[in-house]
């Protein structure tokens, strides 16, 4: 959304290049695919889940479909991401 404020222009362009360089990372961690994807791509197998939050007993789950081509892949990316803490 440029507009004819330049700080405008610079948060704009900020955010575009953060979102840029979190699907590329999110890529590389995911696989070697992903790796080289584009970020349509990217967007397309790991960020638009097809699946349902559900709440059970105060905590949340995720239910992703059976035969979903991603979900390997997803989980990896997942796993990665939030993998168990570091003792201190």
Same mark, same amino acid.
Do not use: C, E, G, M
């Given at each position: 959304m440029p507009s004819g404020q330049f700080n405008a222009n610079a948060a704009w362009l900020t955010l575009w290049a953060m979102t840029?360089? #979190?699907l590329r990372a999110a890529g590389a961690l995911a696989?070697?695919? =992903?790796?080289?994807a584009t970020?349509?791509?990217? *967007?397309d197998? #790991?960020? =638009?889940? !097809?699946g349902r939050i559900a709440r059970s007993a105060r905590r #949340?789950? #995720?239910?992703? !479909? /059976? *035969? %979903? !081509? %991603? /979900?390997?892949? %997803?989980? =990896?990316?997942?796993?990665?991401?939030h993998g168990p803490p570091e003792p201190a």
């Open positions: 840029y360089n #979190l696989s070697v695919f =992903h790796a080289k970020n349509a791509t990217i *967007r197998h #790991l960020i =638009h889940v !097809p #949340l789950a #995720l239910h992703l !479909p /059976q *035969r %979903w !081509p %991603w /979900q390997h892949v %997803w989980t =990896h990316l997942f796993d990665t991401v």
